[in-house]
């Protein structure tokens, strides 16, 4: 029932038009002192060093069969050999998200697969041909190999001086042991030799590898982060593609929505106004028939079905306001809000900052949201009042319900906060939920803003 947004200032969120700020863990020791020590440090050094051999073995059956094909373009040979190629990169492709899903903590989803128009072997090489994922899978696997040498170079070298130097002074023992002198040789000529020998020495070496030690760690993030910018670039599938896909997830999740409301309303009038004006038109013809014999009868029971009016005349009200209130056409979402907290059975304060009205789809839909999450306020919060906040942050209409109930509400759990989720991401927009056990419960729902 209500939003993930850090501290409890109006401003901060307005500031941020965000989705929620995380509580840091709190550690004993600095970030630059676990740095070195933590799985991620290892997991992402792992990831380097097995670049490079495997990059070695993607680039050569890359290169050599890409020549071939290329090569054998003057006849029909090459066709097929390159789109066998293509579809070899992929699968290095897929090899290398579940290494980056692994080691880097990266999840990179799978490009569309390749499909034919007709099914048979020539219409799968055309289409592997044409497919832009195709040749970003080839390109990975060329430019990968350049980069893995010098990131395998540089981090190996950092990481094996760093930590040889910080522990010098635990294996030192090993030249006057083995080799006859007094440790690692600094400088030597034909006169002079300096060698790290000496307690000072020891300690200074060991320093030097300290630093090494903590600076590498964010040297091979650094390095890592070009790993991820490629993984990512060449190996997903393509922005258009993503957004398409979106798109009909999003489509499919409105058309469900309007069936859904369909489906309601067809109940609603079925089991509420329908069924009492039925009954209405039974009593009214009962009390025609009465009219001559029993007139003080059917006067009662004209008395009863003038009742009846009123309230299927309320439901019909009721069910109107539900499909879209006449207020919020003719007055904005101030006025339209203003009567929802009406009816909410807590006190609810209600504060609209908007310097204009948003487009007639996301007004709608921010009133629908706020009914919604009122209505969660007055069935399951247990809340002694309640705050409506509505602002514009930016291209975002921000919406804020708030109530001081006993919290515990999770959309995760497929209740009609899930419901809500699914409608605002139809619209590209955001339901963020902060509702700790005994509350207080906060939740923001960002939309689009379209003029």
């Not at 927009?429 to 379209?450: F, I």
Request: proline share 5%; net charge neutral.
């Amino acid at each position: 029932m209500a939003t993930a947004y850090g501290p409890d200032t109006r401003d901060h969120q307005r500031s941020g038009a965000g989705h929620g700020d995380r509580t840091p863990v709190k550690h004993f020791f600095p970030a630059a002192l676990r740095a070195p020590v933590e799985g991620r440090t290892w997991r992402e050094f792992t990831y380097l060093m097995l670049s490079l051999p495997i990059s070695l073995v993607l680039f050569a059956f890359s290169i050599s069969l890409t020549s071939l094909g290329i090569g054998m373009l003057i006849t029909f040979l090459g066709v097929p050999i390159l789109a066998g190629t293509l579809a070899m990169c992929r699968g290095f492709g897929a090899v290398e998200r579940t290494r980056a899903r692994g080691l880097l903590k990266l999840d990179v989803a799978a490009p569309a697969p390749v499909r034919g128009r007709t099914g048979g072997a020539m219409s799968w090489v055309g289409a592997m041909l044409k497919s832009g994922a195709s040749w970003r899978h080839l390109l990975y696997t060329l430019l990968h190999l350049p980069w893995a040498v010098f990131a395998f170079g540089v981090s190996l070298t950092l990481w094996s001086f760093g930590w040889s130097a910080l522990t010098y002074p635990l294996w030192h023992w090993i030249f006057p042991a083995y080799v006859g002198v007094g440790g690692i040789q600094l400088y030597g000529d034909r006169g002079h030799t300096v060698y790290l020998d000496s307690g000072l020495e020891l300690g200074l070496t060991s320093a030097v590898g300290l630093g090494f030690v903590l600076v590498t760690p964010w040297i091979i993030r650094g390095l890592v982060s070009v790993d991820r910018v490629m993984v990512a670039g060449l190996l997903g599938p393509s922005r258009l593609a993503t957004r398409v896909s979106e798109l009909e997830s999003d489509r499919g999740v409105v058309v469900d929505t309007a069936a859904a409301d369909l489906r309601r309303i067809e109940r609603d009038l079925h089991d509420g106004a329908q069924a009492r004006l039925v009954a209405l038109a039974m009593d009214l013809g009962l009390a025609k028939e009465k009219l001559t014999d029993d007139p003080e009868a059917a006067a009662r029971m004209v008395d009863e079905a003038h009742g009846e009016v009123k309230v299927a005349l309320q439901e019909l009200r009721d069910l109107a306001r539900g499909i879209h209130p006449a207020v919020l056409t003719d007055r904005g979402l101030d006025a339209a809000l203003s009567a929802i907290a009406s009816r909410c059975t807590v006190p609810v304060t209600v504060e609209v900052d908007l310097a204009a009205r948003p487009a007639q789809a996301i007004e709608g839909i921010a009133y629908f949201t706020v009914s919604e999450l009122l209505q969660n306020v007055s069935k399951h919060a247990r809340a002694t009042r309640a705050s409506v906040d509505v602002w514009r942050a930016g291209d975002r209409l921000m919406l804020q319900v708030t109530d001081d109930g006993r919290g515990g509400a999770d959309p995760s759990a497929g209740s009609g906060l899930a419901g809500l989720t699914e409608r605002l991401e139809a619209v590209d927009g955001v339901l963020v939920v902060d509702s700790p056990q005994g509350g207080p419960t906060r939740v923001t729902a960002e939309l689009p803003w379209r003029g």
